[in-house]
């Protein structure tokens, strides 16, 4: 009787559990990083407190990544990987936003309760849509896990490519901050943009939950 054949192999770069060939938890930690940086951006800008702020869409975003600190999140990731990259990645987001806040609570403090307060213009024109889109890819990513299951390969790249096309538009839109595209007040463009931006990545941590 011959032996049943070996199971292929499949390496970390292969394996769609692992975008980008990381480890497990990785891409959380930099969707994490990416959003944190945001606000790092906005207290770090330097002029008038009121010279920049966040889009709203990085506050609903910021609820999200508190759900990556959940602990059964933090299960997942010491059940699914014993590397330390997800954990150097998740305390640098957590000590970056230490050191940030701190050092403009102590050199420029009226910063603070400026800066992290959503325009008051954009919070009424875009919350309801804003929520929509976050409640609304959330819940799509739950109902994909449900249809196909956590261990299917279609399952898996799915999720995948959300983590792939939510990390590539994080990081395209933390360019235009960089540049400068968002030092004035946040156009429709934007607004959009963080719409399908929040789609996507809600879906993702849908996925994850």
Request: charged letters at 15%.
């Amino acid at each position: 009787m011959s032996a049943a054949p070996a199971p292929p192999v499949i390496d970390s770069t292969s394996d769609p559990r692992h975008p980008f060939g990381l480890p497990l938890g990785s891409v959380r930690a930099l969707m994490s990083l990416a959003i944190g940086a945001f606000f790092w951006i906005a207290l770090l800008y330097p002029g008038e407190p009121g010279a920049f702020r966040p889009p709203l869409g990085h506050f609903f975003l910021l609820a999200l990544v508190l759900m990556a600190f959940s602990p059964s999140t933090r299960n997942s990731l010491e059940a699914g990987s014993s590397s330390v990259l997800p954990w150097f990645l998740r305390v640098l987001f957590v000590g970056g936003t230490v050191a940030v806040v701190a050092f403009v609570a102590t050199q420029h403090p009226d910063r603070l309760p400026v800066r992290l307060k959503p325009d008051a213009d954009e919070l009424q024109r875009w919350w309801v849509p804003l929520l929509a889109f976050t409640a609304g890819g959330f819940t799509a990513g739950l109902i994909v896990r449900t249809l196909f299951g956590r261990e299917t390969v279609l399952f898996r790249s799915l999720r995948s490519w959300l983590s792939v096309v939510g990390l590539v538009m994080l990081s395209l839109e933390l360019g235009f901050v960089l540049i400068g595209a968002t030092s004035q007040a946040p156009n429709d463009f934007l607004q959009y943009w963080d719409a399908a931006e929040l789609a996507v990545v809600a879906a993702y941590f849908g996925t994850r939950a």
